[in-house]
Structures are given as C-alpha cells and as structure tokens.
C-alpha cells in the first residue's frame, strides 16, 4: 500500500491517507489528524514520513512559518509517537528566517540519513529579499546531528526538495521558487537533478518538468514507472506526472484522488499487514 502524509490549512497537522494503486487515497480518521503539534507555538505543516533501515518510521515537519528548527517525531505503529522534539537545524546559522518542508533520505555509501530544508538567511525581512537554497545535516539515529552546511544553491530561489534512489544515482526533484504566486508564471514550477553520491553535488538540472504554480514534489516508484505528486497550491488540488527514466516525465491522465484539499505531502510504500492496520484503528 501506499500511505501520504499530508496537512491541510485548516488543520495544521499530520494527516494520513492510503492507497492500494498509488494514484486514489483514502483519507484516515475522517480525513482529521491522526497527530497534532504538541510543541507550543508550532505548527507541523508539510509532514514527511521515512521508514528507516530498521522498520520504524520519522515525521520531520515544518515547525512555523519562520524560526531556525524544524520538528520531528519517531514511530515503530504509525499509531503510537515518541514525544515531538524541536530539531534547531539552524541555530548555529546567522540571519537564518524560516526553515521549511524538512525531508530525509538514506545514503548506503556512508550510513547516514541526511536532513534537507529550505531557508532564507539574509537581515532584510521582505519576501521580495528571500535567497532560499536547500540546506543538510547528517546523523545516524535521529538523536545526533552534524552541523548543518549549504546543500544545493543553483544561484537562485529553491525550496520543497525531495531526494529519490534510483539504482546508482540520487534524483532531487526541488520547486524553482523564482516568480510570483499567479497560475501563468513563468517559474513556481518542478525541476530535477541528479548526483552519483547521497552527498552531492547534484547535477544537470532539467528544465521545468510539471505545470505551474505547483510545489511540494514527492517521488514513489510503482509498476516499473515513478509516480511524482505535487500541490496545486492555488487551486486547492494535487496533481501528478509519471517517468520511465527520472529525467523525462509526462503529466498523468490518471487522476489522482485526494480528498478535502490536503496541503504539501509525502507518500511512503508500506506493507499491506500495516496498511489494514491503520484501517482498522482510525478508520
């Protein structure tokens, strides 16, 4: 099964839905959140979920609008959570604004998750100033983490990056975030690049790859192809593409069915026992 983690923006929180073919889902509990933010203050938008090597899982979420930490919490159920810790990603990181739609993916070269994000650091506070590149740390548990370090900057305005192993390479889909929130912009749009090391540097970047304005990409594989899903964030919609490759992909005529306007997401393949599971308790 296919299980996507997701927030809406009436309820800030972790929200789950499952899929048997990868493109309809099913929204848990009434389509309310399973998880609420604990931390006071905080907010947990754009939740993403990782199953680690040893079978339990990591919800790493936008803790607020602006601030240098990001949120996360730990789970063997999805049913059952760790207390929720706030993760100062960016305290050690002057004039750092916001630090935005946290992910992880695991590299086998070197045994490391590595933590990615979006952040601003310049003094000025108007949006028009914002340099967001995507930003790392590393750490092997969850407990620890390396000091964080510039991870990818293409010399302009990126965020909502997402990292996928495909055979011997590492494929980011990342949001060019130059442009300006209306539907015939000319960016807010989806493009790819690829590294041969979980570290980087990643490499020829693509061209715009989805429609636009969307945001939020996150990459499954399914059947041999992979399936991309991404926010129609101003037309309260998700919409998806499809590739054989990583590189050329072609926007799905399958439509792809999530109910009650769910915000920024992520999808993660579980086994079935699991998925009745989550059925059965949150119906």
Not at 21 to 49: H, K, W, Y
């Amino acid at each position: 099964m296919f299980l996507f983690s997701y927030f809406r923006t009436e309820a800030e929180a972790l929200h789950l839905a499952l899929s048997e073919d990868g493109f309809s889902f099913e929204g848990l509990n009434g389509n309310c959140p399973v998880l609420e933010p604990l931390i006071e203050g905080s907010t947990m938008r754009d939740p993403f979920i990782l199953q680690a090597e040893d079978g339990g899982f990591h919800l790493l979420a936008t803790e607020g609008w602006s601030g240098q930490s990001i949120l996360h919490a730990a789970t063997d159920d999805l049913i059952d959570w760790s207390d929720q810790k706030s993760i100062p990603v960016m305290s050690d990181i002057p004039n750092t604004r916001n630090s935005w739609a946290p992910e992880a993916f695991y590299g086998s070269e070197d045994g490391l998750y590595r933590v990615i994000w979006s952040s601003t650091v310049n003094e000025d506070t108007t949006d028009e100033t914002r340099d967001h590149r995507i930003w790392a740390c590393e750490t092997r548990d969850f407990e620890t983490f390396t000091a964080s370090h510039l991870f990818f900057d293409p010399g302009y305005n990126v965020i909502d990056a997402t990292v996928t192993r495909l055979g011997d390479t590492y494929l980011m889909a990342f949001k060019d975030e130059r442009g300006e929130n209306r539907v015939d912009t000319d960016f807010k749009a989806i493009r790819v690049a690829t590294s041969l090391r979980p570290g980087g540097p990643f490499e020829s970047v693509s061209d715009l790859i989805t429609p636009s304005p969307v945001e939020g990409p996150t990459i499954y594989q399914k059947d041999g192809l992979l399936v991309m899903l991404y926010d129609h964030f101003l037309e309260d919609r998700y919409g998806g593409s499809l590739s054989d490759d990583g590189r050329n992909w072609q926007v799905s005529d399958v439509e792809i069915i999530l109910q009650d306007r769910p915000r920024h997401g992520s999808v993660v393949q579980i086994d079935d026992a699991l998925g009745m599971r989550l059925r059965d308790h949150y119906g």
